[in-house]
């Protein structure tokens, strides 16, 4: 089965700065690959996503890049802001199944 | 508003009782699915629902149980058999569970903690 692993565990970066999270996935069926940002106490809310026929997207702040050859991609969050804290997390799915990673504590310093 | 609503928000269990999440979404979805999340790791499957009356077991269907009589609700049972039942669980709907694109909406969790 697919196997997703995502790096850091943490990352604390100051307000201002870029914040990048990375993932790589084993199954080369895999096709599509969504970003989570999960507030404390609250469920995941979708914040980008991206399918393997692109290898790039971006939406204001947020972009993802896609590998498929290498089977990573990773999440680029520019001009932090404090309410960017929160732990992030990278999925990868074949067919509907999603697979998680582990998640980014995400710390954003004012 | 449309959405997924999971009840109640924190849940107290004596070991060795069985109790029962709620999990109901408004958002005409076909595909539901619940997941169990523990401190420092990922979203782990428990099961899933592609369609009214049918569903599958995930990664840890150990311990629990589902039934999808309705579209709208997927509750999970957590039994005596969960050996570790102390977590927090995410209800999770997409439009149909076999589509290449699958995006999926989660619900705001209930925390389940047994004494």
């Known amino acids: 089965g697919e196997n997703v692993e995502q790096h850091p565990s943490t990352l604390s970066v100051q307000e201002g700065d870029s914040a990048v999270i990375k993932c790589t996935y084993s199954?080369?069926?895999?096709?599509?690959f969504p970003w989570y940002k999960q507030e404390l106490g609250k469920g995941p809310q979708l914040i980008i996503d991206?399918?393997?026929?692109?290898g790039e997207k971006k939406d204001q702040r947020i972009a993802v890049t896609l590998n498929k050859t290498a089977k990573h991609f990773s999440l680029h969050i520019t001009e932090t802001h404090p309410e960017d804290s929160a732990v992030y997390f990278c999925?990868?799915?074949?067919?509907?199944?999603?697979?998680f990673g582990a998640g980014t504590q995400v710390v954003v310093t004012p | 508003d449309g959405g997924i609503t999971q009840s109640p928000k924190y849940l107290f269990r004596k070991e060795g009782q069985n109790v029962t999440l709620s999990c109901e979404q408004n958002?005409?979805?076909?595909?539901m699915y619940w997941y169990r999340q523990d401190p420092g790791q990922g979203l782990r499957l428990i099961y899933y629902?592609?369609?009214?009356?049918?569903?599958q077991k995930g990664d840890i269907a150990e311990g629990y149980s589902v039934s999808r009589e309705k579209k709208e609700s997927f509750p999970l049972t957590v039994t005596s058999a969960q050996k570790n039942p102390t977590a927090f669980y995410l209800c999770?709907?997409?439009?149909?569970?076999?589509?290449?694109?699958?995006?999926?909406?989660f619900g705001p969790g209930t925390r389940l903690t047994v004494l």
């Open positions: 999770a709907s997409s439009i149909d569970g076999g589509g290449t694109y699958n995006e999926q909406f």
């Open positions: 199954d080369s069926a895999s096709n599509y």
């Open positions: 991206i399918r393997s026929n692109v």
């Open positions: 999925a990868a799915s074949s067919w509907g199944k999603l697979q």
């Open positions: 958002l005409n979805h076909d595909a």
């Open positions: 629902s592609q369609i009214v009356n049918d569903f």
